[in-house]
Nanobody
Framework: QVLLVESGGGLVQTGDSLRLSCVAS???????LAWFRQAPGKEREFVGG????????KYADSLKGRFTIFRDYVKNTVYLQTTSLTPEDTARYHC???????????????????WGQGTQVTVSS
């Protein structure tokens, strides 16, 4: 049974950074983990993902250089480090887990079968 629990969101100002955490219980090397975000009235958007077994993370082109994903095997946690936040980053951020097929990290919600409840990030101007 996979359970994902996010934390670390909050209200910050433009230019600030936040580190979001996702504790992933029941995760094995057969999974990819990803972060998505969803703003009110918008579709869920891929932020980035990583294979739990190892390798480099994959990011949405628009977020490269500002967001970083990394994992801690001891804590069973995947992190999303965000920097230089703007009001356009305001959204609910969700952690997701999906079965891994080859080396591809899925960048659509359909590629993930387990979801956390999300953590809200609000960036004020």
């Amino acid at each position: 049974q996979v359970l994902l629990v996010e934390s670390g969101g909050g209200l910050v100002q433009t230019g600030d950074s936040l580190r979001l955490s996702c504790v992933a219980s029941g995760i094995t090397n057969t999974y990819n983990l990803a972060w998505f975000r969803q703003a009110p009235g918008k579709e869920r958007e891929f932020v980035g993902g990583i294979a739990w077994s190892g390798g480099s993370a994959k990011y949405a082109d628009s977020l490269k250089g500002r967001f970083t994903i990394f994992r801690d095997y001891v804590k069973n946690t995947v992190y999303l480090q965000t920097t230089s936040l703007t009001p356009e980053d305001t959204a609910r951020y969700h952690c997701a887990a999906g079965l891994r097929y080859g080396i591809v990290i899925q960048n659509t919600p359909q590629g993930y079968i387990h979801w956390g409840q999300g953590t809200q990030v609000t960036v004020s101007s």
